[in-house]
Every structure is written in structure tokens, then in C-alpha cells.
């Protein structure tokens, strides 16, 4: 599943790419992909309005139109929001098809149909329709502190990786990043949350912010079907310290990669840099 790094970038090429474009048109090619309301009003309330502001919440692409209406979108396991400048070939995984009026096209793709848009009106917030959104912990990048992660830490047993899955304490990191941020801070992923001592804290969340800010650089993770605005795949799974390297050596000590399942995930992470 896309994760903040891999959304992040979807946001900035969306935002560059479609600013200011108006909506000719809006066909739906598969009736699953829209969440909120039925396809009919869909289709008509975001038909004739233009695009004036792009943000995200976690894993959530939220999208202002000009009448102060709104799209969101959660990509999910395969969903892909690209720009096409001259209409193009079109992905037998089309799901909805945007036209502008610039002749500028935006397609949702998504091979395994799990990925949803919304439609906000305006006046009602996007937290009204996507009740998820009122749950969501802190945005890492910008209001994760040390302090908030030792009171909500305090009385957890789960394993850190688990804690750190949970969109409501965290928002917007997944597998991928909670196991390069947990390999730089040596912190063994089934190791217990409330074990963590302010310290480390500190340390975790200083290599949260690094990892993430790496991700969004290289352009995301392409692991399976992720891609960005234009089509192209990221590179951070090239550059990754231990996710996807399963018996590989150790960047740092040459020891092989681990394995283990932590709250259903595969957690991937050295012994002997990561002592448990």
C-alpha cells in the first residue's frame, strides 16, 4: 500500500500538473472506486469544477475544488493517480477518466479495485465524509514529538513496529518505513513500545523524519504497483538499509537480514544491529 512518502509525491505532481485545470467531463468505468455519493451525483457535482488546492492527510490525497467542494482519494494496494498531457494509451485498469478542458487527462487507475475517491460538498469538511480522518494521529513531518510518543508508548505491550502501523498514533507510515526507521534507531521491531525510554524516543522520531523526508527525494517505493502522477516508479526500494533484503548482508555490520511477522507484516531487520 502507498504509504506518506509515495501519496506525498502523487500530491506534488498532481498539484503541479493540474493547479487551476477545469474538469470538462468525468466517466466512470467501474462503479466500486466511487466511495461517496452514488456515480450519478459523482459525476455531476465534479463535472465543470476546477482544481485549486492539493494537501494530504496520512495515506489520504485531498483535493479542493474551486467552488470550495472537494475530492479525496486513498490509493490503497494498486491505485494510481496519473496525468496524461494529450489524453494517451489508456490502462486497461482505467477505473475513472477526468478530462479537462486544456485536453489534459487524469486517470484512476487501480488493478485491484480497492482504492475509493470521494466527493465533499462544499461547506462540509472532508472528516464529515471520511470519518476515518477524525482518528488519525499526528502528521509525522510536522507534529510528531518525542514527548507524545512516551505518553501514548506508556502503556503499550504491542511490539514498536505495530504501534508505529497504527494510523491513529501515527499517521501515514507503513511496513516499508517503520522498518527502515526502526533498523537506523536499533530498535528490534517486536521489541515492546513501552519499553522505550525517552531517549530512544527522540532518536526514533529524528529517524522518522529523516527516512521519510529520504523516500519522498527518491521518489517513493515501487515495490508492486505504485507510480507517480506521470507514470514513473519511485527508487527508494533501490536505497533501502533492510526492508526487501531478506538474507542479505548488513549495510553497517555485514550480519544477514531477519525475517519475522509482526502484527501480520513481514518486519524485516538486522540482529545484531537491532538487539532485541
Known amino acids: 500500500m502507498p504509504e506518506l512518502p509515495e501519496v506525498e509525491c502523487v500530491l506534488r505532481g498532481l498539484e503541479k500538473s493540474l ?36 494537501f494530504r492527510r496520512g495515506k489520504y490525497l485531498l483535493m479542493r475544488l474551486d467552488d470550495q467542494s472537494g ?11 496519473v496525468v496524461k ?20 487527462e487524469l486517470h484512476f487507475e487501480d488493478m485491484r479495485v480497492f482504492g475509493r475517491l470521494w466527493y465533499v460538498k462544499p461547506a462540509v469538511s472532508f472528516a464529515q465524509v471520511i470519518p476515518a ?14 514527548k507524545y510518543l512516551a505518553e501514548k508508548f506508556a502503556s503499550r505491550r504491542q511490539a514498536v513496529k ?11 507510515i507503513g511496513n516499508i518505513y517503520a522498518d527502515e526507521v526502526l533498523f537506523l ?27 521519510l523526508q529520504q523516500a519522498i527525494v527518491a521518489g517513493g517505493s ?3 504497483d505504485y507510480k507517480n502522477s506521470q507514470g514513473v516508479n519511485g527508487n527508494y526500494q533501490n536505497e533501502a538499509y533492510v526492508y526487501g533484503r531478506y538474507g542479505l548482508h548488513c549495510v ?23 538487539k532485541r
Open 19 to 54: 493547479c487551476g485545470e477545469r474538469i470538462q467531463s468525468v466517466k466512470v468505468l467501474r462503479k466500486e472506486s466511487i466511495a461517496s455519493p452514488s456515480v450519478r451525483l459523482f459525476v455531476k457535482a465534479v463535472s465543470g469544477r476546477a482544481f485549486a488546492e492539493f
Open 71 to 81: 475530492l479525496a482519494c486513498h490509493l490503497r494496494m494498486s491505485g494510481a493517480l
Open 85 to 104: 498531457e494529450d489524453g494517451g494509451e489508456k490502462n486497461r485498469h482505467l477505473r475513472v477518466l477526468f478530462k479537462m478542458n486544456s485536453g489534459k
Open 133 to 146: 480522518l477524525t482518528k488519525m494521529g499526528p502528521e509525522p513531518l510536522t507534529d510528531l514529538t518525542a
Open 162 to 172: 505495530a504501534a508505529l502501523l497504527d494510523q491513529e498514533l501515527v499517521a501515514g
Open 185 to 211: 534507531s536499533g530498535i528490534h521491531p517486536q521489541k515492546k513500545a513501552s519499553d522505550l525510554k525517552l531517549k530512544k524516543l527522540e532518536q526514533l522520531v529524528e529517524n522518522i523524519q529523516l527516512v
Open 222 to 224: 515501487s515495490i508492486r
Open 252 to 274: 553497517i555490520c555485514t550480519a544477514s537480514i531477519k525475517r519475522a511477522k509482526v502484527a501480520g507484516r513481514s518486519s524485516h531487520y538486522c540482529p545484531r544491529c537491532q
